[in-house]
């Protein structure tokens, strides 16, 4: 991905593109929907308080955050109140988020929200992700592998303690599936 990226409008007014972090050998991938603030100005994914939570959530569920490789679907913040992205913003970064699946080629793709999971999944996803969180979606863009839902981070800080269990049973049932 180019560092002067122009392809939508957000190109004006962030600070770094944020690409993704983590080694190409990971298993799991972790695509999130967007930088926030914090990510924008760092340049990296997921280090703001989601990204805190996120890390904490891995660790409880007993995996190292070294274990995936962490992106989002879109590239730049969006701005001001972290506003999710719109599916222009979405569609002008699919490219990249491609190139980064090609790369890993995880075993397993967890897609934090709703945002990043009508991404990947776009029409197969008929219901929210507090319907679908912990599904099992088979894919072959660009190479085979499982997309996971899960709530996002912020989603569980917003709504106190209670769905940070639901998170850890989702990611460990899930790797624990391909360890059989």
């Known amino acids: 991905m180019s560092k002067d990226c122009k392809k939508c409008h957000l190109s004006r007014t962030r600070t770094n593109i944020v690409v993704g972090e983590g080694e190409f050998t990971a298993k799991y991938m972790i695509v999130g929907e967007a930088p926030g603030k914090v990510e924008d100005a760092q340049g990296r994914p997921f280090v703001g308080a989601a990204g805190q939570r996120l890390r904490e959530l891995i660790k409880q569920a007993g995996f190292d955050i070294n274990d995936f490789y962490i992106t989002n679907?879109?590239?730049?913040?969006?701005?001001?109140?972290?506003?999710?992205?719109?599916?222009?913003?979405?569609?002008?970064?699919?490219?990249?988020?491609?190139?980064?699946?090609?790369?890993?080629?995880?075993?397993?793709i967890f897609t934090l929200g709703n945002v990043s999971t009508i991404a990947l999944l776009n029409s197969r996803v008929t219901a929210g992700i507090t319907k679908i969180h912990g599904r099992r979606y088979n894919i072959s863009l660009p190479v085979k592998s499982v997309v996971v839902p899960l709530f996002h981070p912020s989603y569980l800080i917003r709504n106190g303690m209670a769905l940070d269990e639901i998170f850890v049973n989702d990611l460990k049932y899930n790797i624990g599936c391909l360890e059989r």
């Open 73 to 108: 679907a879109c590239k730049c913040w969006p701005g001001e109140g972290n506003r999710t992205p719109t599916k222009s913003e979405i569609e002008a970064c699919f490219p990249y988020l491609l190139h980064q699946i090609r790369q890993v080629n995880p075993e397993v």
